[in-house]
C-alpha cells in the first residue's frame, strides 16, 4: 500500500514477490514484535501478447538490499505461479524477454 495524499489515505499497488524468509522482528527487548519477510521481487514488465498474462522480471539481485524486507501486515498475499516466458528456448538468447516469467494467478478478484 502506498500513501497518496495529505489525507493519509493509500492505494493498492500490484507487486510481484517470492517470499525467501518469515521472521519476527521488535524495535526494542520486549517491545511489540512484526513478522517481517524477506522477498526476491519481480518488476513489472507488461504483458504477455498471446496468453495476456503479466510478464515480470527478478529486480534485486544484491541479496544484502533492505528493499527485499517488508511487513507481512501491508501485504495482500495471493497464491501465484510463475512461469518462465520461454520455457522451450524459441526466444534468441538476446531478446530481454527470454529471462521474463509468467505469473499465472486463477484466484477469484475481490469487490
Not at 4 to 12: A, K
Not at 37 to 59: C, E, M, Q, Y
Not at 64 to 82: D, G, H, K, N, S
Request: proline share 9%.
Amino acid at each position: 500500500m502506498v500513501p497518496v495524499g495529505r489525507s493519509g489515505n493509500t492505494v493498492m499497488k500490484s507487486s510481484y514477490g517470492q517470499i525467501k524468509a518469515l521472521f519476527s522482528h521488535s524495535l526494542y527487548p520486549g517491545g511489540p514484535s512484526q513478522v517481517v519477510a524477506d522477498v526476491d521481487w519481480f518488476d513489472n514488465k507488461g504483458t504477455h501478447a498471446i496468453s495476456r498474462l503479466p510478464l515480470v522480471a527478478k529486480t534485486n539481485f544484491d541479496p544484502e538490499a533492505f528493499a527485499r524486507m517488508t511487513f507481512v501486515r501491508e501485504c495482500y498475499p495471493r497464491p501465484l505461479a510463475i512461469w518462465p516466458n520461454d520455457p522451450l528456448g524459441d526466444l534468441s538468447q538476446d531478446d530481454p524477454a527470454k529471462h521474463y516469467f509468467r505469473v499465472i494467478d486463477r484466484n477469484e478478484t475481490s469487490t
